[in-house]
């Protein structure tokens, strides 16, 4: 049922609440997308590819591919250089831990990533928390650095540590020095690689056995989307302001102060790639005030860091592509949830992250 189709002469159709979205892009390059010409129009189990088993014969070209391009993106494995006294923070502590990656960049320069690790002083039971946030994190462009960011006094990493969770905090969003692997492997596939790599690193330092739960924040929900895909011992996935409309940001939508870093360059739509981790549990929050969401204005205008668009986000290319979403989910009877907060594209909703993480203890996911 896959469907490898040139960008130039292809434009496939997708369900959507009694609709077709048109979905056609204009970038060379080939697509992982279903084949439609068999579908039944309406919102059954078997309406997006079939029956369970249909749906993972389709996985297994798409995943073929993902997996030989994360294998490929970083085969060097990092070393521990240091691990930091830990900090007293209110109800955990953070401690850094300072992994090289040597010769790695695109000049041979070796790379520093800075994990944080959170301990809560009461941690509660079950899976640990594999953080990675957006471009707000680093300013746009990192190069390593702990994200801090996530343990400032409210954050989400802050505010999970204190409940009991074991947080991981891993760097995100380095452009530069990828720029030429960037070429040919997804900037996505190549942060979730090197998050991969370390997580690998700092396990000894875990319970034995550990699980996690990836909890991702705008362009870190994607790097997010391809570790719970490539990784067996991450068993579900919360991520913010990172599921929206593939095609319009690939038309019109740019950011000067870094590359154009979200693409997926073999798949049509951001459905396809979230399609390849089911049925490990889900949950996509988006704020109201996201841009990239349905509280966009009709048009955003330009500046000197943004290109600005023609047009917002129409509800067939986001909550028409949840809802196909739902139906691959329902297939396995296994948990998914869209959640639509009051906040903006780096404002993660911890009562509803909360709230999944009883709904997969409630069953016995672990």
Not at 7 to 32: D, K, N, Q
Not at 69 to 77: D, G, L, R, S, V
Not at 320 to 340: E, M, R, V
Not at 350 to 355: E, L, N
């Amino acid at each position: 049922m896959t469907v490898l189709a040139n960008y130039s002469f292809r434009c496939l159709g997708a369900l959507a609440v009694g609709a077709i979205i048109s979905i056609c892009a204009a970038t060379p390059g080939y697509a992982f997308d279903w084949d439609y010409s068999h579908v039944k129009y309406d919102l059954t189990t078997d309406a997006v590819l079939g029956s369970a088993q249909d749906f993972q014969a389709w996985t297994s070209e798409p995943r073929k591919y993902l997996k030989e391009k994360f294998e490929a993106a970083i085969t060097i494995e990092p070393q521990v250089v240091a691990v930091g006294k830990p900090r007293a923070m209110v109800g955990y502590t953070l401690t850094d831990v300072d992994l090289l990656f040597p010769a790695v960049e695109k000049n041979g320069s070796d790379l520093h990533m800075v994990l944080l690790l959170a301990r809560p002083n009461r941690p509660k039971d079950g899976p640990a928390i594999v953080a990675m946030n957006g471009h707000g994190e680093v300013g746009g462009e990192g190069h390593g650095q702990a994200p801090e960011g996530l343990f400032k006094p409210g954050a989400q990493g802050d505010k999970l540590a204190r409940d009991g969770f074991t947080v991981i905090g891993i760097p995100d969003a380095i452009h530069e020095p990828f720029s030429e692997l960037a070429k040919t492997v997804d900037y996505p596939v190549i942060w979730a690689r090197l998050a991969d790599r370390s997580l690998d690193k700092i396990k000894p330092m875990l319970p034995e056995g550990q699980k996690f739960i990836a909890l991702g924040n705008a362009v870190g929900g994607l790097s997010s989307l391809v570790l719970t895909a490539m990784r067996d011992d991450v068993i579900a996935l919360a991520n913010n302001g990172a599921f929206f409309s593939l095609e319009q940001t690939r038309r019109e939508y740019r950011i000067y102060t870094h590359p154009f870093c979200h693409d997926f360059r073999a798949f049509f739509t951001y459905t396809a790639v979230y399609a390849l981790i089911a049925p490990k549990p889900l949950l996509i929050e988006e704020g109201k005030t996201d841009a990239l969401w349905l509280g966009a204005p009709q048009q955003l205008k330009p500046n000197d860091w943004f290109s600005g668009t023609k047009r917002g986000p129409i509800s067939d290319e986001i909550i028409g592509a949840y809802l196909q979403l739902k139906q691959i989910w329902s297939k396995f009877d296994a948990p998914i949830a869209l959640d639509i907060h009051d906040g903006g594209h780096e404002d993660f909703d911890i009562p509803a992250f909360k709230s999944f993480v009883g709904q997969l203890q409630a069953t016995h996911i672990q």
